[in-house]
Structure formats: structure tokens, C-alpha cells
């Protein structure tokens, strides 16, 4: 199987904005090496899809991040069975950062995905294929907080405000990458959150230390449910998909690892890993 892809924008009226979303999935044309602003990419661009059905896979990326940033990953599930939708935070993203840190995003990036779920069930190109109460999320860093939301989680602001979130029951399974969990330290915010949970951090980690996973394994409701491990000698930007080597730079932070991680491997590694439990909890169960 290869990999097509198809670039949507999705409508957020109550904001008043469109953010864009790179919906990749099975196609039975080959992938060719395809530019995405500075990352190449093996997909077949607006390709067929393959004939099935197949769970939906959304990708919240990190803090003024990029819904590229996790290609590797995301090519491997969708060339193995899924329908996986990367999208970009409106405001909180490489190029438009203006609400990181503001309350008014931590409402947003819940919306967000509960939105393109919308949209790519909604798609005349997509939505036939796609299994409507079989939706996993993937989210890495603030990414993991847009998760544990999505999912049931009742965040609250550092003033111990609620903050006022939708959760969405066609969410099944969650995978946390380094996921940052300070706005559920309240007791009882992640009681509702029942779904399986896949969650990954990092050794080395000075942006998501190891407290942030104990307050996930502390406060669902049934610790059984959440699979968590540490990666050995991994750093907190070490689930990036590595970088070109022309972006590679000591001072630019998401392209450098702890010494003597190799990446690349990793990255391999973890699309298996993360395969593996998705076809478990979504097409086994």
C-alpha cells in the first residue's frame, strides 16, 4: 500500500478563522517525493483511495509548532490502515504564534480537532471511508493536553479557572508524546478520560519532566487503561520527525537531540510501536 494525500481547510465560525489540514490515507498509486514547504514527503497528492474502511487518526502538534513535524509517523499509519488528518493550531503554530500562553487557546485546540473530525467524515473525497466511532488522537506536548480534552479531560487555568471544553465520544484511544498535563492538576480533572491511553515521554525532557505523565497515570480513572513508558536517552523534541540536514543546528532546539540518540532509528521504531497499539485498540477490539 502507498500513501496519498490531500490538503483540506477546515472552518472554525466561532472564531472566525481556517486553519489547514494535511489529511493523509491508503491509496494504491505510488508515492513519490512530494515538497511540503521545507520537508519532502513520499505521497501521492489527491490519489484515490484505497477501497475500505479505516479508523481516523488526528495529530495535535506542540506549542508554535508544525503539523508536519510528525510525517514519519504519520506516513507509516497511513500507508498500514488509517486515515490520519495533521492539522495546524490556528494561532499557536510556526508561523502565527500570537495565543501561546493565553487561556483562549487551551479552548481553541480541543475545537480544533473535534472540527476536522467534522470535516474529513464531511468530505465528499474522504468521508465514505472513514469509520466514524473509530477516531484515535495523537497529540505531543500541548498536543497531549489537546487530547486528554478532546477525550474527557477538565482543564483548568493557573488562577484554578475552569475551562470550558467539549470532549467528543467518537474519540477511542489516545497517543501522548511528552505530553504537557499542568492544567489538570485539580483532583478530579481527568476522571472522565476512560478511553486507552499509549503514552511516551522522554528521559531527558526540561519542557514536560516526569511529573506531567504522573499526573495522567494519578488521574483517570482507571490507571490499567494508560500504557507508559520512558524513552531511554530521548529528549522532549525527539518525537519530531528528523529534520533535513540543512535545519540541523544547535540552536535551533527541535532538530537537536540528547547526545548519542539517534532519531532516525527512533523514528522508525515508534511507528510500529504506535501501529501495533492503534490496531489493537481500534481494529481488534
Request: charged share 20%; with cysteine; hydrophobic share 40%.
Given at each position: 500500500?502507498?500513501?496519498?494525500?490531500?490538503?483540506?481547510?477546515?472552518?472554525?465560525?466561532?472564531?472566525?478563522?481556517?486553519?489547514?489540514?494535511?489529511?493523509?490515507?491508503?491509496?494504491?498509486l505510488?508515492?513519490?517525493?512530494?515538497?511540503?514547504?521545507?520537508?519532502?514527503?513520499d505521497?501521492?497528492?489527491?490519489?484515490?483511495?484505497?477501497?475500505?474502511?479505516?479508523?481516523?487518526?488526528?495529530?495535535?502538534?506542540?506549542?508554535?509548532?508544525?503539523?508536519?513535524?510528525?510525517?514519519?509517523?504519520?506516513?507509516?499509519?497511513?500507508?498500514?490502515?488509517?486515515?490520519?488528518?495533521?492539522?495546524?493550531?490556528a494561532?499557536?503554530?510556526?508561523?502565527?504564534?500570537?495565543?501561546?500562553?493565553?487561556?483562549q487557546?487551551?479552548?481553541?485546540?480541543?475545537?480544533?480537532?473535534?472540527?476536522?473530525?467534522d470535516?474529513?467524515?464531511?468530505?465528499?473525497?474522504?468521508?465514505?471511508?472513514?469509520?466514524?466511532?473509530?477516531?484515535?488522537?495523537?497529540?505531543?506536548?500541548?498536543?497531549?493536553?489537546?487530547?486528554?480534552?478532546?477525550?474527557?479531560?477538565?482543564?483548568?487555568?493557573?488562577?484554578r479557572?475552569?475551562?470550558?471544553?467539549?470532549?467528543?465520544?467518537?474519540?477511542?484511544?489516545?497517543?501522548?508524546?511528552?505530553p504537557a498535563?499542568a492544567?489538570?492538576?485539580?483532583?478530579?480533572?481527568l476522571?472522565?478520560?476512560?478511553v486507552?491511553?499509549?503514552m511516551?515521554?522522554?528521559?531527558?525532557d526540561?519542557?514536560t519532566?516526569?511529573?506531567?505523565t504522573?499526573?495522567?497515570?494519578?488521574?483517570?480513572?482507571d490507571?490499567?487503561?494508560v500504557?507508559s513508558?520512558?524513552v531511554?536517552?530521548?529528549g522532549?523534541?525527539?518525537?519530531?520527525?528528523?529534520?533535513?540536514?540543512?535545519?540541523?543546528?544547535?540552536?535551533?532546539?527541535?532538530?537537536?537531540?540528547?547526545?548519542?540518540?539517534?532519531?532516525?532509528?527512533?523514528?522508525?521504531?515508534?511507528?510500529?510501536?504506535?501501529?501495533?497499539?492503534?490496531?489493537?485498540?481500534?481494529?481488534?477490539?
Amino acid at each position: 500500500m502507498f500513501v496519498g494525500s490531500r490538503e483540506i481547510q477546515v472552518i472554525d465560525e466561532f472564531a472566525g478563522v481556517s486553519f489547514p489540514a494535511l489529511v493523509m490515507y491508503p491509496t494504491c498509486l505510488p508515492s513519490v517525493p512530494t515538497a511540503f514547504g521545507a520537508y519532502s514527503i513520499d505521497v501521492s497528492s489527491n490519489a484515490s483511495i484505497a477501497e475500505g474502511q479505516y479508523p481516523l487518526v488526528v495529530v495535535s502538534h506542540g506549542n508554535g509548532g508544525s503539523h508536519l513535524l510528525y510525517r514519519t509517523l504519520t506516513t507509516h499509519l497511513a500507508k498500514n490502515g488509517y486515515v490520519v488528518a495533521m492539522l495546524e493550531h490556528a494561532g499557536n503554530n510556526r508561523n502565527n504564534n500570537e495565543l501561546e500562553g493565553k487561556q483562549q487557546n487551551l479552548k481553541n485546540r480541543p475545537r480544533h480537532v473535534r472540527l476536522t473530525m467534522d470535516a474529513v467524515f464531511s468530505d465528499d473525497y474522504l468521508g465514505a471511508y472513514v469509520q466514524q466511532d473509530s477516531v484515535a488522537v495523537i497529540g505531543h506536548s500541548i498536543g497531549g493536553y489537546t487530547a486528554l480534552a478532546v477525550a474527557g479531560g477538565t482543564p483548568w487555568s493557573e488562577a484554578r479557572q475552569k475551562i470550558e471544553v467539549d470532549a467528543d465520544p467518537r474519540v477511542r484511544a489516545l497517543v501522548l508524546l511528552a505530553p504537557a498535563t499542568a492544567w489538570f492538576l485539580p483532583e478530579g480533572s481527568l476522571r472522565d478520560v476512560t478511553v486507552p491511553i499509549l503514552m511516551l515521554s522522554a528521559e531527558h525532557d526540561s519542557f514536560t519532566p516526569g511529573w506531567h505523565t504522573d499526573v495522567v497515570l494519578d488521574g483517570v480513572a482507571d490507571r490499567t487503561q494508560v500504557t507508559s513508558r520512558v524513552v531511554p536517552n530521548a529528549g522532549h523534541f525527539s518525537f519530531l520527525s528528523p529534520f533535513p540536514p540543512k535545519m540541523k543546528n544547535a540552536a535551533f532546539l527541535p532538530s537537536t537531540d540528547p547526545e548519542g540518540f539517534d532519531r532516525a532509528a527512533f523514528h522508525e521504531a515508534l511507528g510500529e510501536e504506535v501501529l501495533k497499539y492503534l490496531d489493537d485498540k481500534l481494529k481488534n477490539a
